[in-house]
């Protein structure tokens, strides 16, 4: 989202590729997931892979845009490397690298140990071992002990030495695929990227892109670096994880994702009931800070005000009630009409087609206007109207035993006589008929009005009293007072 952020704002194109050099970590179905989520979101692809009309499409001129359809392309680079002696070709096998893990604490391939391990420059025949088909990978050769200078657009100039740095495999033999690395330099040069701006999670792998630029000669033309901070637990330290969305009960992922290879499902934000323009907006403000108070942002509003200069360095408490909070204010901001249509498959479920087409949608949009306020998601619109599409069968008893009094059922027959007896049903008329009556009897107007809040909903709930008459008219309303003091009295 940033990224597209600052692309707009910068009148720049977004491009997406998909990075899928790692054949072991595939997910089937992955690819689309992350196009129609993006579509989902409103975040558009001007160049690279995009859905349209549920199918994938590629536009540009930079493709393919799939890196595991860049194999040839990859092993240019490769080459040069080998050749000019920026990298060297390795056989370890993983049985042999774990057992020099355990004979060297926090060992590493790098200067130290390179001389001691199967490679190239151990070796005299490495290219016939690899000509013969044995595996092998082609390492990075990083030189010791040099100050590697990350300029990052966020923390400004990040300082580290070589020496902590690992001889990165950059090429596999096995699937002919280069790793994250190599690949990621590569397709930034030759797409023309600008600027880089990922998760903190990638800045230690900052300084090896740098050396990797430095060799290939492209200095000049490196992105320009911004590392984000982390989105961190609700409770607690550490980064957030799915794990932290199943045990909170939030969602972590944008839409539900059924991973094919173990049958699980994670929930989605989408299929949750929250709002994509809700999402980017709670998203934005995770780690962007604007320079006032305002909260609400459209995309538009986020592309004119989003700068990197106000991105924190410091990682962001993940907090999903505010999330909540931003879906209830983008659901407010819905025409009730809007809110109608989306209630309708809902309704539909409870009540059965037929009835809800006899209810019609210019009163299911007069319903929804008057619980509106009082939810966050329009799957919780339910629960607070159910009572003016259904009588009661069953009424509370916490508001039974504080609302319903000893004389609430000589109250409610006289006032079922009053509203009989109304010819204007409407909330005034309603309202100078039956509270003069009230007072004249000293009945106590709480007393009454809550004895027939209880009778029409069957609790103490909902919205004012003649709104409700309003929706029910004359003669349901009735019909539930009577239906009220037969099951109570």
Same mark, same amino acid.
Not at 181 to 207: C, F, K, Q, Y
Not at 223 to 246: E, I, V, W
Not at 427 to 436: M, Y
């Given at each position: ?14 491009? $997406?590729? #998909? %990075?899928?050099?790692?054949?072991? *970590?595939?997910?089937? &179905?992955?690819? =689309?997931?992350?196009? +129609?989520?993006?579509?989902? $979101?409103? #975040? %558009?692809?001007?160049?690279?892979? *995009?859905?349209?009309? &549920?199918?994938? =499409?590629?536009?540009? +001129? ?6 595991? %359809? ?420």
């Amino acid at each position: 989202m940033y990224n597209y952020l600052f692309a707009r704002q910068h009148d720049g194109d977004m491009l $997406l590729r #998909i %990075e899928d050099t790692d054949s072991t *970590r595939f997910v089937p &179905g992955a690819e =689309e997931y992350i196009l +129609e989520a993006l579509n989902w $979101l409103g #975040i %558009e692809i001007d160049e690279g892979l *995009r859905m349209r009309d &549920g199918q994938i =499409e590629s536009v540009g +001129e930079h493709g393919p845009y799939r890196q595991s %359809e860049r194999r040839d392309i990859y092993w240019e680079y490769v080459k040069y490397l080998l050749d000019n002696q920026l990298a060297y070709v390795a056989f370890d096998t993983p049985e042999q690298l774990e057992a020099k893990r355990k004979e060297i604490p926090n060992f590493q391939y790098d200067a130290t140990t390179r001389s001691m391990m199967d490679n190239s420059l151990t070796c005299l025949n490495a290219k016939e071992r690899a000509l013969s088909g044995e595996p092998y990978v082609v390492r990075f050769l990083v030189e010791p002990d040099e100050e590697v200078v990350v300029h990052d657009l966020i923390r400004g100039d990040v300082v580290i030495n070589s020496n902590i740095l690992d001889d990165k495999v950059l090429y596999k033999s096995s699937d002919k695929l280069p790793t994250y690395h190599l690949a990621n330099i590569v397709d930034d040069h030759l797409m023309g990227i600008t600027h880089v701006i990922r998760g903190e999670e990638w800045l230690p792998s900052a300084p090896l892109h740098v050396l990797l630029y430095r060799a290939f000669g492209w200095e000049d033309t490196m992105p320009q670096f911004a590392h984000l901070p982390l989105l961190l637990k609700p409770d607690g330290n550490g980064k957030l994880s799915k794990r932290d969305g199943d045990r909170l009960g939030f969602p972590v992922f944008p839409l539900e994702f059924h991973n094919q290879k173990d049958g699980s499902v994670s929930s989605g934000y989408r299929e949750s009931g929250y709002y994509p323009e809700a999402v980017i907006n709670f998203l934005a403000l995770l780690g962007w800070h604007t320079s006032g108070d305002q909260e609400i942002f459209s995309m538009d509003d986020l592309i004119a005000q989003f700068s990197l200069e106000r991105v924190s360095k410091s990682g962001a408490k993940f907090d999903y009630e505010k999330g909540k909070w931003f879906n209830h204010q983008y659901l407010q901001l819905r025409s009730n009409e809007q809110l109608a249509v989306e209630f309708r498959p809902i309704l539909v479920e409870k009540l059965g087609e037929k009835a809800v087409k006899n209810i019609g949608q210019e009163k299911i949009a007069k319903i929804v206007g008057l619980v509106k306020e009082r939810v966050s998601f329009v799957s919780e619109l339910w629960e607070q109207c159910n009572f003016l599409f259904v009588a009661p069968d069953e009424y509370d008893e916490k508001s039974l035993k504080k609302r319903w009094k000893e004389d609430s059922p000589k109250h409610m027959k006289e006032l079922y006589a009053v509203l009989k007896a109304q010819k204007d049903w409407s909330a005034e008329a309603l309202d100078a008929t039956v509270l003069p009556w009230i007072e004249q009897n000293e009945y106590g107007l709480g007393i009454v009005m809550n004895a027939f809040r209880i009778c029409l909903v069957g609790a103490a709930r909902g919205p004012h009293i003649w709104a409700i008459t309003d929706i029910l008219g004359k003669d349901e309303t009735l019909r539930r007072v009577e239906a009220a003091l037969k099951k109570l009295s």
